[in-house]
């Protein structure tokens, strides 16, 4: 059964540290994007990747990092840089082009402790 | 500054009835629209399309509209049932935003039985 699949659903953070989000999708898409939300607002792009090795920075990138080595795989690191890291992120994967619609995994919600 | 609006947060409808739900965008390279549904505790899916050189598109008891000259689109849901209750998304891309697309706020449907 086909979807994309983010870990962990809750995760804690202590101020200073960086967390890693894992987001794995099975779907053979070759792109993937991270989103953020917050209360009120809309899905703001982090990052995105249309292929493997290459990855763009969204709207709101700074204090976040990204790999693609996989086409399976595209972790999200939430770095200490990041001020206001409290929100609920979405991964997501497409067939190429922007008219595609884009299949989201369930979401974590990270907490600052 | 938000391109993509939608300023009703919630909406309470009676099953049977009309459901609609409304977006209104401000960058007029958006060509492309697409509307997704979001449960609790799961991330959104898709729901429905149009692009710009159509003014309506239906799949099945969802319809939407797209009023370029107003910059203004909408989801019919006919007839309502309970389990369309959740929190709709509009989205918009443009030609030269690349991968990029900008989702608004999102609207609470309830249907009440």
């Known amino acids: 059964d086909g979807g994309i699949t983010q870990s962990p659903k809750y995760l804690f953070r202590k101020e200073g540290q960086n967390v890693t989000l894992s987001c794995e999708q099975n779907?053979?898409?070759?792109?993937m994007y991270w989103y953020r939300q917050d209360p009120g607002q809309g899905l703001r792009l982090i990052y995105y990747?249309?292929?493997?090795?290459?990855?763009q920075k969204g709207d709101i990138a700074e204090g976040y990092s990204v790999s693609r080595e996989k086409k399976e795989s595209f972790p999200l690191t939430v770095t200490s840089a990041q001020k206001n890291p409290t929100a609920f992120y979405l991964c997501?994967?497409?067939?190429?082009?922007?008219?595609?619609?884009?299949?989201f995994g369930d979401g974590t919600r990270l907490s600052i402790l | 500054d938000q391109q993509v609006k939608q300023n009703s947060p919630s909406l309470s409808v009676q099953e049977g009835r009309i459901s609609i739900l409304n977006c209104d965008y401000t960058?007029?390279?958006?060509?492309?629209f697409l509307w997704y549904k979001k449960y609790p505790a799961e991330g959104p899916t898709f729901l429905i399309s149009?692009?710009?050189?159509?003014d309506k598109n239906e799949d099945g008891r969802f319809t939407v509209f797209l009023n370029k000259s107003a910059k203004h689109l909408s989801l019919h849901i006919v007839p309502s049932q309970p389990g369309d209750s959740a929190v709709y998304f509009c989205?918009?891309?443009?030609?030269?935003?690349?991968?990029?697309?900008?989702f608004g706020a999102g609207t609470r449907l309830f249907v009440k039985a």
């Open positions: 779907l053979n898409h070759d792109a």
């Open positions: 990747s249309q292929i493997v090795n290459d990855f």
């Open positions: 149009i692009s710009s050189i159509k």
């Open positions: 989205a918009a891309s443009a030609n030269t935003g690349g991968f990029k697309t900008i």
């Open positions: 997501a994967s497409s067939i190429q082009g922007r008219d595609q619609p884009q299949h």
């Open positions: 960058n007029s390279m958006f060509d492309y």
